[in-house]
T-cell receptor, first 116, second 109 residues
Framework: GAVVSQHPSWVICKSGTSVKIECRSL??????MFWYRQFPKQSLMLMAT?????????EQGVEKDKFLINHASLTLSTLTVTSAHPEDSSFYIC????????????FGDGTRLSIL | GQNIDQPTEMTATEGAIVQINCTYQTSGFNGLFWYQQHAGEAPTFLSY??LDGLEEKGRFSSFLSRSKGYSYLLLKELQMKDSASYLC??????????WGAGTKLIIKP
């Protein structure tokens, strides 16, 4: 149980393109979903927390207009990287958590984004 | 501030036992998680401790002492596939998950 699917797993695109990443909880309802980015050999960095039906809460330093998050249902959250530039190239990982706050976060497989 | 400390890197031998320590100082405590992350992959959940003591799950065990702000992950009968980073994370009083930087475990034959 507790499977999270993230799509696509790998994206290469030109600078200026917008990229949408989907995160789905397949066998449980995810009240809360999280978006992280991770640079090589560095720790996970939380970008934002989203609750179904409400606006995402962004961490300090993360641009809301750059990284658009939508959590429209209990099983789907999307992250759109708008007008992506090479410095946005990173490993983006989503996680999902069921309704109790002490439940573990279950991670998708991640999306490797490369902007040329 | 909130702080989680774990060693940056450890090396162990196939078949042996290794203990990865984690100490934390957080505003409140609602549990501690251990995750495994292989290079280039997303983390996978290993264990959750909220009460003091040892939780055993196959070859992996996790221990917690809340009074000492201390946890460890014990891996027995090490296999080459256990080479990965091990992340310690604490839920604070606001149920925010505070992540450690991870311990890279290298297993040698």
């Amino acid at each position: 149980g507790a499977v999270v699917s993230q799509h696509p797993s790998w994206v290469i695109c030109k600078s200026g393109t917008s990229v949408k990443i989907e995160c789905r909880s397949l066998d449980f309802q995810a009240t809360t979903m999280f978006w992280y980015r991770q640079f090589p050999k560095q720790s996970l960095m939380l970008m934002a927390t989203s609750n179904e039906g409400s606006k995402a809460t962004y961490e300090q330093g993360v641009e809301k207009d750059k990284f658009l998050i939508n959590h429209a249902s209990l099983t789907l959250s999307t992250l759109t990287v708008t007008s992506a530039h090479p410095e946005d190239s990173s490993f983006y990982i989503c996680s999902a958590r069921a309704d109790r706050e002490n439940q573990p976060q279950h991670f998708g497989d991640g999306t490797r984004l490369s902007i040329l | 501030g909130q702080n989680i400390d774990q060693p940056t890197e450890m090396t162990a031998t196939e078949g042996a036992i290794v203990q990865i320590n984690c100490t934390y100082q957080t505003s409140g405590f609602n549990g501690l998680f251990w995750y495994q992350q292989h290079a280039g992959e997303a983390p996978t959940f290993l264990s959750y401790n909220v009460l003091d003591g040892l939780e055993e799950k196959g070859r992996f065990s996790s221990f917690l002492s809340r009074s000492k702000g201390y946890s460890y992950l014990l891996l027995k009968e090490l296999q080459m596939k256990d080479s990965a980073s091990y992340l310690c994370a604490v839920l604070d009083s606001n149920y925010q998950l505070i992540w450690g930087a991870g311990t890279k475990l290298i297993i040698k034959p």
